[in-house]
């Protein structure tokens, strides 16, 4: 596999595809790195600490994951593919024999985690596979509260509407409920050519910095509530998109107009906090 040690590169990710008769799948979203300097640049923007516990969705064949082993005191690997998850470990202990005790991986499905073992993960450095990037960042967001930072890999497509600010075209479901968790922005773009198979788009990288939730008596899954049905029929008011989940017109207006919001406005127009208003005064913020 090349070097007894180090980052893998576009050979050794080959040969070690081959020996595991791994086919890079478009079901699973798996995309490999095969470019050492792309995941240096994605570890360097994480700005990990050396305390820090990382949980690295999606692995793959370790390229990022040997990048990380030096810089976090833990990394967490979830994997949902077998061959890979048996692999990944003796990968490790291969090529950072120094660092591989750092690892854990978890052969399992990151849509559906719920907790990890160990140390609670304080930072979420992936490269994540197209298809599920927005729900397995939401669920992690959700599922465990100690992540205070992330830095992930996605279409570039996704990274737009992840970072889009109210009033952009493109803002919608996932931006307002990644501001719900915190503050994201674009880190850079990432192209073609430091993937193996090379995808037909382009990438981008997203950071990420959890903040408090907006104050609301709200819970939040009410206010999601409302940013689902806010969205499902985007170029209508808010006074119609939001009557079925109030029970009517007349009671999603009054729900608007209490929280301070035009009822003539549409879902682009607002923010995080304003979605949150609605709900708290809404019927189902109210729990009626």
């Known amino acids: ?21 791994v086919r890079p799948t478009k079901a699973l979203g798996q995309n490999f790195v095969i470019d050492a300097n792309t995941v240096r640049r994605i570890v360097r923007s994480a700005g990990l600490a050396p305390d820090d516990v990382v949980i690295e969705v999606g692995p793959g064949l370790g390229s990022l994951t040997l990048a990380l082993l030096p810089e976090a005191r833990r990394v967490v690997a979830v994997e949902i593919d077998p ?4 692999e990944l470990p003796a990968t490790a202990a291969a090529r950072e024999p120094d660092l591989a005790g750092r ?19 304080t930072a979420l450095v992936a490269n994540l596979p197209y298809n599920v990037a927005v729900p397995v960042v939401l669920n992690l967001l959700a599922a465990l509260p100690s992540l205070r930072t992330a830095l992930v890999m996605v279409q570039a497509e996704v990274a737009d509407r992840m970072t889009a600010a109210p009033g ?15 503050d994201a922005r674009r880190a850079g773009p990432v192209g073609r050519a430091v993937f193996w198979p090379a995808p037909n788009v ?7 910095t959890r903040r408090e939730p907006p104050a609301t008596s709200a819970t939040r899954e009410a206010v999601f509530a409302v940013v689902d049905a806010a969205f499902a029929q985007r170029r209508k008011t808010l ?20 929280a301070g919001v035009d009822p003539r406005a549409r879902g682009e127009a607002l923010d995080v906090a304003a979605f949150a208003r609605i709900a708290e005064y809404g019927r189902a913020g109210r729990g009626r």
Do not use: C, Q
Not at 103 to 121: F, K, N, S, Y
Not at 168 to 182: E, R
Not at 202 to 208: E, I
């Open 168 to 182: 952009s075209k493109i803002y919608g479901v996932p931006s307002v409920k990644l501001a719900w968790y915190g």
């Open 103 to 121: 690892l854990e991986v978890v052969h399992a499905d990151a849509m559906r985690i719920t907790d990890v073992p160990g140390p609670a993960p």
């Open 239 to 258: 006074r119609a998109a939001l009557a079925g989940w109030a029970g009517s017109a007349p009671e999603a207006e009054n729900a608007l107009r209490t």
């Open 202 to 208: 382009d990438s981008g990288l997203v950071a990420f």
């Open 83 to 86: 061959v890979l998850a048996a």
């Open 1 to 21: 596999m090349g070097d007894s040690k180090g980052l893998l590169g576009p050979a050794d990710v080959r040969e070690l595809a081959a020996r595991l008769g």
